[in-house]
């Protein structure tokens, strides 16, 4: 029994360790959607092995190894299609008691601008998923710029979907979004008092699909360039491209599940403090050269890449010119299972 065990959590301790080693050099990209669904092979070698070994010494860890990569890959594979009961569809759902925000959606028939090609997947995506009831929904959110808001704060709580954000607008901000299932609501406030001014964008409750990795919803978002923004992005699932290089960024905070993120910072200010807490997800994060760098990161399992980077400390690390640079910005990661690359340009 205790030979068992042992090789149970050897076994698990080396395949772990393997697979996070070619990860860390970038010698292995698994596509986990096409392995999982196999795990009952495990369970078959584990009866095979069984059959033909019978009593052996050390046959019964191998076997017991198998069976508990088996139950595992069957609970994560069973978890995957939880989300959906329609075979290569994934459903988010997600509940918010906050009822007091403003609407601020239109529908919008007409708009055939640039995203041709992403209305015919989600006409095909209607077609096939589309119930009695549902119907797209093309959104229009702004708000204008005033000329006393010096400092801004942008909250986004997108659930599930593909979410970017770029450029500039003359608006304090701006955001066009498509669903096929549920809508987007925003809210903007202002304060006189501290020149300020606060801007949500969030999905209504409803149950998100993804169709074979295409996500049918979809945000693109403007800031305006002059205010100093505080922004908090919240991503449950689905892409990320944020692309702050021309915006004022105080403080970044990023909070994602599963997702691809990749955000791309500026030297607009003196110091810059980003925060991400990050589940199973990719995250990449590109600061200019110029600018020097401190990262402190926590959590186990985590595969990273952090390019112009020296340890230090324990999770802690600089780049050279961190001491001697003007403007500076200072990353704390914490996730468990993801990857982190650090890109400097």
């Given at each position: ?202 999905m209504e409750d409803g149950n998100v699909k993804i169709k074979n990795g295409e996500v049918s919803n979809q945000a693109k978002i403007q ?5 100093i923004w505080n922004v908090d992005l919240g991503i449950g699932a689905g892409k990320g491209d944020f692309d702050f290089s021309n915006y ?98």
């Amino acid at each position: 029994m205790k030979n068992s065990r042992g090789i149970v959590w050897g076994g698990l301790l080396v395949i772990l360790g393997v697979i996070w080693l070619l990860r860390s050099m970038n010698l292995l990209n698994i596509d986990w959607d096409l392995v999982l669904p196999y795990w009952p092979v495990l369970l078959i070698l584990a009866g095979a092995i069984l059959m033909a070994a019978g009593r052996e010494r050390g046959s019964g860890g191998i076997v017991a190894l198998l069976i508990t990569l088996a139950v595992f890959g069957g609970v994560v594979n069973k978890t995957h299609q939880a989300f959906d009961n329609h075979g290569d569809n994934w459903h988010f759902g997600w509940d918010d008691d906050d009822d007091d925000h403003e609407y601020g959606y239109h529908h919008d028939d007409d708009d055939n601008d640039d995203d041709d090609g992403d209305d015919e997947k989600d006409s095909d995506y209607q077609k096939e998923h589309w119930k009695e009831g549902d119907h797209p929904i093309n959104g229009s959110y702004n708000h204008e710029m005033e000329d006393f808001i010096q400092k801004a704060n942008f909250n986004l709580e997108g659930g599930a979907g593909s979410f970017s954000l770029n450029g500039n607008t003359a608006k304090l901000f701006e955001a066009a979004t498509t669903s096929t299932i549920v809508g987007f609501k925003s809210n903007t406030s202002v304060n006189k008092l501290d020149n300020s001014a606060s801007v949500t964008l969030k999905m209504e409750d409803g149950n998100v699909k993804i169709k074979n990795g295409e996500v049918s919803n979809q945000a693109k978002i403007q800031l305006n360039e002059k205010p100093i923004w505080n922004v908090d992005l919240g991503i449950g699932a689905g892409k990320g491209d944020f692309d702050f290089s021309n915006y004022k960024v105080e403080k970044l905070k990023v909070s994602t599940g599963v997702a691809d993120m990749d955000i791309r910072v500026g030297d607009k200010l003196p110091v810059a403090i980003i925060e991400i807490e990050a589940g199973v997800a990719s995250v990449t994060l590109e600061i200019p050269e110029s600018v020097g760098c401190e990262m402190r990161m926590d959590g186990a399992l985590n595969a990273k890449n952090i390019e112009g980077l020296s340890k230090i400390g324990d999770g802690h690390y600089r780049s050279s010119n961190f001491d001697t640079a003007t403007k500076k910005v200072i990353v704390h990661y914490e996730g468990g299972l993801t990857s982190i690359n650090i890109k400097r340009y």
